[in-house]
Structures are given as structure tokens and as C-alpha cells.
């Protein structure tokens, strides 16, 4: 789906559909099951790039991948890991940092590791040197080539202390997959607990390993000899939910997500309902709507959780173009994550970027010359354009601005969306976008 989408704005999204697994989650369970003696089963399992980029990474390294992507659920039997070729591992990862991620399992299975030049969406510098860093601390050695990083751990990996300049997922996934089955004790302060970190826990548990987390951000990890698989059903996935609930309240919408579960979306709720949309949480998903009216200006700070995740920031701008007043945003997780308000500029919207904090606390990128902080002035009417995908979440941004215009926009780069939204044309067309897709080759299939 590597084309072009060409949207018909002005119809407020309506109708019903389903969230399932988070992506931030299923990948890393997924890297979890190399750790096991036994194979392992994940259930609710969404169809998107990264589940695939994941598997093929998996496979690369022996171990036996069943994924059934209608029903959700993959089998990851990793009884015969082996190292992959290096070429290989760089043709598979494209655009993914997961592979930091088999660092540590790799070290315990192999002994040694190979991960090649990372990508991810380009919404900041995205360094990895919490992740060499802590692989260090458990007794790694890393070796910088010109291909990738080497790793290797000649004495073992050995349980040790670690602080975190920053609570990062990704390091405290690091850690997390590293400490089971390094020998002793493991502490870990200041570390992210966002959901999808807890279920990941729980996957460890299950497999049989010791770790417990302390109100304060430490999690203690006491290393065990052997893991075996385990049977796992995935969270929900809360930026997808977010993002269409965001997408309803651009456009005056009404749309129920089945899957989304409210105590990982709490504080996204508190916000959504401050701007003046309505939501209904029901056994099986949660109803999100315009209840008509003007929208209400906020002032948000994005954060590691229980703050406000920067991943909804980019859908909520949309609709916060088209709140009364001025709202402030500022974004203290990524320093650079709102290049895709120069689309929305050209759309109409009035956004300003600054380099101070606004809004709140002083962050980790006042004065460093970093555009963190946005000032939305609202509303204004929104006009089709031609539009680039950027990046994942500034992507579907791009995406909802597109079906709040009026007019027809054409979005180029579509393809990145898939790595994060599960069929996410079946989603629009279930929901009465009027959407069509142009393939490469011309042909234009509507949807
Ligand atoms: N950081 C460093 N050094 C490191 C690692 C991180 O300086 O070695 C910094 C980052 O540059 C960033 C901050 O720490 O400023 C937080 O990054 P974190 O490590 O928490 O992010 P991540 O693990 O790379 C995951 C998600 C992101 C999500 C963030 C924050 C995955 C695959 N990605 O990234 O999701 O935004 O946590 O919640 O889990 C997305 O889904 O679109 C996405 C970007």
C-alpha cells in the first residue's frame, strides 16, 4: 500500500471499530519468548508492519514462527536459536529499534549479539546510549563496526544497579529482558512503568522470572537460571484508541472503539473530556464523540506515564485546531516531534513553535534550542492539501486533518501508517471516510 490516498473531507467519522494488541507491546513479548526453553503463545495480535518486521527478525534467528493474523494469535518456538547473518538482520529491521532489544536474550542464548544501524520514525535523535550503556553495566562487551554493534559477554551477564538519566522504555525494556537471567540481583531506578512495560512484566512473570516494582520507579529483578514459554493475551493498544478518538473529535464524529480499555487511558480521558468531547465507557470498548458545540482551549504537557503520552499528542493538535481559544502544548519526551504542524499550517490551522517550555515545568530541552512547545489559536476551518506522511503518529495526524478539511487532500507515504494501525482502510471505510487509494501503478481501488 504504497500509494496514493486521496481523501474527501468534511464527513464526520461514524460506526464502530476494533482495536487489539498494542504495538508497543506484542514486539517486545515477542523478543521476550527468545529467553524461554519452551515455545510461547501470543493472542491478540494486530496485523501491522512491526509484528511482521518482528517475526521475520525472530525467524532470522531460528526460531520457529506460526502467526494465524486473522485470529491474532502467533506461536514463537524458540528451542533452536542461532545467530543470523548480518546482512539479513539489516535487510529485516528497515526502519524498526527493536533490534536493540535482542541484545540481551541473544547474549544469554548465544553469547553474543549483532544489531545493525537503527531506525524508527524520525521525531528526534532517538540515541541508544541508555541501552549500550546498561548492556555494559550487565558485563557486555561492545564493539562498534562499520556494519552495526558487536556484543559479546565473556564472563556472563551479572546482575548490577542501574539509575536512568530518563525513565525510557526502551532502556527499562533493556534492562527488564537483560536482568532475568543475568546471575544475582538487578535494581533499576527511575524506570518507565507505562502499561505496556507492566504486561511485559507479567509475560516475564509468566515465564517464570522474579520482579517486583516499587512505588517510586525502582523495579528489582532477581535473575533465574532458566524461562521457560508462555500464553499471553496482548493489551490493547491505548495510541490507537487515542488517535481515534482524536479522529472522531475533528470531525464532529462519533465512533465506538471496541478494545479500548479505560485504566490505561485514563489520563488521556481527562483530557479529551476537558476539550469538550464526550466518551462512554462500555464492557467492551468505549464510545467517543462530538457532543456538538464549541471545543475548549487547553493546556497540555506531555509526559512519561501517568502523564499524558507524547503519542497522542499528534492527534489531539488536530482536533485542538478547532477549539475555542489558545491552546498550549508541550512536549518533554521528544525534542522534536512537531514538524507535522508545518502540514497542518499549510491546511490553515494557526500553530506556533517555540523553543522555550510553555505551559509547564521546565523540561530536558528548555533552552537547547529545541522547538518542544506549540501554541494552537483555534478554530480555524481546515483546507484540503497535498500532504507527505512524515512519520507514524504525524502521519495519521496528517490523516485526520485531511478528513476534517473540506475539499480533497492527497496523502503521499501512506505505507509508514501501516506500521502502526491495524488495517487502518478498513477502519476508515467501515467508518464512512470517503477514501480512495491510487497503487503505485496508477490503478485506483476505492475502499
Ligand atoms: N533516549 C535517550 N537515549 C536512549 C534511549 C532514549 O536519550 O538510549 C531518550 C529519547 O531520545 C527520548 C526519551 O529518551 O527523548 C524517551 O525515549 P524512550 O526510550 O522512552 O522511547 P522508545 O523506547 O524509543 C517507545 C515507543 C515510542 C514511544 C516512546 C515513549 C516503541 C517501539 N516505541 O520508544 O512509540 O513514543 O516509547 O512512550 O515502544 C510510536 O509508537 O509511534 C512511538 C514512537
Not at 67 to 79: C, M, N, T, Y
Not at 104 to 127: N, Q, T, V, Y
Not at 131 to 138: C, E, K, M, V
Not at 399 to 409: K, R, V, W, Y
Request: some cysteine; aromatic content about 6%; charged content about 20%.
Amino acid at each position: 500500500m504504497s500509494g496514493l490516498l486521496t481523501v474527501e473531507g468534511g464527513t464526520p467519522l461514524q460506526g464502530e471499530i476494533t482495536v487489539r494488541g498494542a504495538k508497543n507491546f506484542v514486539s517486545k513479548a515477542m523478543v521476550a519468548s527468545l529467553l524461554g526453553e519452551e515455545a510461547s503463545e501470543l493472542r491478540n495480535v494486530p496485523q501491522i508492519r512491526d509484528v511482521e518486521v518482528v517475526a521475520n527478525l525472530l525467524g532470522l534467528h531460528g526460531v520457529l514462527v506460526e502467526h494465524d493474523p486473522q485470529a491474532g494469535v502467533i506461536s514463537l518456538d524458540p528451542r533452536n536459536v542461532e545467530a543470523a547473518h548480518v546482512a539479513d538482520i539489516d535487510a529485516y529491521a528497515g526502519s524498526s529499534r527493536i533490534p536493540i532489544l535482542f541484545c540481551g536474550p541473544l547474549l544469554h542464548r548465544l553469547g553474543e549479539a549483532f544489531i545493525p544501524d537503527l531506525g524508527g520514525c524520525r521525531i528526534g535523535d532517538r540515541p541508544i546510549d541508555y541501552h549500550l550503556n546498561i548492556l555494559r553495566q550487565f558485563g557486555a562487551v561492545v564493539d562498534k563496526r562499520v556494519q552495526g554493534i558487536h556484543l559479546s559477554a565473556p564472563g556472563g551477564l551479572r546482575g548490577t544497579k542501574i539509575h536512568l538519566p530518563y525513565p525510557s522504555v526502551g532502556a527499562t525494556e533493556q534492562t527488564l529482558l537483560t536482568a532475568v537471567r543475568a546471575s544475582g540481583l538487578t535494581e533499576l531506578s527511575n524506570a518507565a512503568i507505562e502499561p505496556e512495560i507492566m504486561d511485559l512484566i507479567a509475560v516475564l512473570q509468566k515465564m517464570g522470572a522474579i520482579i517486583s516494582v516499587d512505588t517510586d520507579r525502582t523495579i528489582r529483578i532477581e535473575g533465574v537460571d532458566r524461562l521457560d514459554g508462555f500464553r499471553h493475551s496482548a493489551l490493547a493498544d491505548r495510541i490507537e484508541a487515542g488517535s481515534w478518538a482524536s479522529a472522531a473529535l475533528a470531525t464532529r464524529g462519533d465512533v465506538f472503539v471496541k478494545g479500548a480499555t479505560q485504566p490505561e487511558m485514563m489520563t488521556f480521558l481527562n483530557t479529551f473530556r476537558k476539550v469538550g468531547g464526550a466518551f462512554d465507557v462500555r464492557e467492551d470498548g468505549i464510545r467517543f464523540w462530538h457532543p456538538g458545540g464549541d471545543l475548549r482551549s487547553i493546556v497540555l504537557e506531555t509526559d512519561v506515564h501517568p502523564g499524558f503520552m507524547t503519542d497522542w499528542q499528534q492527534p489531539l493538535v488536530v482536533a485542538l485546531t478547532q477549539a475555542n481559544g489558545l491552546s498550549i502544548v508541550h512536549e518533554t519526551v521528544y525534542e522534536n516531534r512537531f514538524g507535522f504542524t508545518d502540514a497542518l499550517r499549510g491546511m490553515g490551522a494557526t500553530i506556533q513553535i517555540y523553543r522555550e517550555c510553555l505551559g509547564g515545568l521546565e523540561c530536558r530541552f528548555g533552552q537547547r534550542n529545541f522547538n518542544h512547545s506549540a501554541v494552537i489559536s483555534g478554530p480555524t476551518p481546515l483546507r484540503a492539501a497535498d500532504i507527505e506522511v512524515p512519520d507514524l503518529r504525524g502521519g495519521f495526524s496528517h490523516l485526520i486533518a485531511a478528513l476534517a478539511a473540506e475539499g480533497t487532500s492527497r496523502v503521499r507515504g501512506i505505507d509508514i501508517i501501516n506500521r502502526g494501525y491495524e488495517n487502518f482502510m478498513d477502519k476508515l471505510e467501515a467508518l464512512g471516510a470517503k477514501v480512495s487509494l491510487a497503487e503505485a501503478e496508477g490503478q485506483v481501488a476505492l475502499v
